[in-house]
Structure formats: C-alpha cells, structure tokens
C-alpha cells in the first residue's frame, strides 16, 4: 500500500466531499470549527479561503427573451390559423409591431421551445 503525504488531512477530504456533494454550508460550519479551535492545518486554512472567495460572475449582460415574445408568437401563430403562410404571417406580424422578422423569428423559436412568460 502506498503511503500517505506526511502533511495528509483526513478533514480536508471530508470537507471538500462535502463541497463536492453540494453540502457547502456543512462545510463552512465544519472549516469554522477548526479555525474556532485554532486547530487548521495549511490544507484547511486554504479551503476557508476558496469558501470565503466569491463566485466568479459571468461576463456582459445575461441574456433575455426578446420583448413581448409571447403576444408576438400568439399573433403569428393567430395569423397562420387564418389561412397565411409563416412567412407571410412572420411579415405581417413584424410590420404590425414594428419590429424585424428576425426578431418576430426569435419569438417564435421562444414560443416553440415552450417557455411561458413570467
């Protein structure tokens, strides 16, 4: 068998299993009670700084669902049951709202992946 580092901690591995199984409160109470105890080696001092480190944001503006997606798929979809082609409906429904058919396109994708407005 194979030896162990000589500066091996069996609380660290415990911590970050508990980090890993997405326990992080359980960890920071257990990485707290060792620095409480002035009890923490090296390993453990490091892990309350990766616990203390905020998360890293991404980066530019999330994104978002094109502005009234729902009433713009709802009246292309409308249009269609009328007897119009998508295409057709697509133009009809984009100079109707004043926006592009490739955002009217968007919409429809929105409406077709079924998500549902807030």
Request: net charge negative; with cysteine.
């Amino acid at each position: 068998m194979a030896k162990l580092h000589k500066r091996f901690e069996w609380r660290e591995v415990e911590i970050r299993g508990m980090i890993a199984e997405g326990r992080k409160r359980d960890a920071i109470t257990a990485v707290v009670e060792l620095l409480k105890a002035g009890t923490a080696s090296p390993a453990i001092q490091a892990i309350a700084a990766e616990l203390l480190k905020p998360e890293k944001r991404g980066r530019g503006r999330p994104n978002s669902s094109p502005e009234h997606w729902y009433d713009i798929a709802m009246a292309v979809r409308e249009r269609e049951s009328d007897g119009l082609s998508e295409e057709a409906a697509i133009g009809e429904v984009a100079d109707r709202y004043g926006y592009s058919d490739k955002h009217v396109t968007n919409c429809l994708k929105h409406y077709e992946a079924g998500e549902f407005p807030d």
